[in-house]
């Protein structure tokens, strides 16, 4: 085996550990921060897996939008909505955890039965344009227009979403000056009964 050929193996195992348990954490983590942070090594994880397949706008484009932008959006939501916010308990939460430990290990054993019976070889050689600017967008504005504008309406629904649920827990602040009001005119009654 040729030295640039361990390397690159190397490297490929690396990538692929980071961005396996960025996304472990993302999912297991109870703390949203963390889990956020676990999403930004998977996402970083996956932009040197594209600089592997000789996808450099790819890659940049990975970084900019997603560990730049989505992340950044995620942990603005978190502070907002704030770190400590948890759901309350649902005993239908059990159902969902084992039919997805169910679901997890079956797809586990499906690729450990495929990737024992497949040899590893070296990484074929994307076809020429791979990750150009040019192919990506002939297939952004051709082939997959609508799940990209759909993909941008999802998030604007995540963003006004957020907000709206951040938004109902401060308080009216129209109402704070009545209750502060009706308070003085409740202990003003008092002091006169007093008399």
Known sequence: MAQADLLERIYFGICAVLAVA???????????????LSLLFSIVAIAGLYLQLHAPFLAAIQLIVYAGAVVVLFLFV???????AVPPKDSRAIVARVGGGIAGTAIGALVILVLARKTFGRIPVAQAG???VESIGALLFSDYLVPFEVASFLLMVAIVGAVA????????????????????????????VVK
């Open 22 to 36: 960025g996304a472990i954490g993302t999912v297991s983590f109870p703390n949203p921060i963390r889990g956020a």
């Open 78 to 84: 978190i502070m907002l909505i704030g770190p400590d």
């Open 130 to 132: 791979f990750g150009s």
């Open 165 to 192: 649920v951040a938004r109902g827990k401060q308080p009216d602040p129209q109402a704070a000056p009545k209750d502060l009001q009706a308070s003085k005119e409740l202990s003003a009654g008092e002091g006169e």
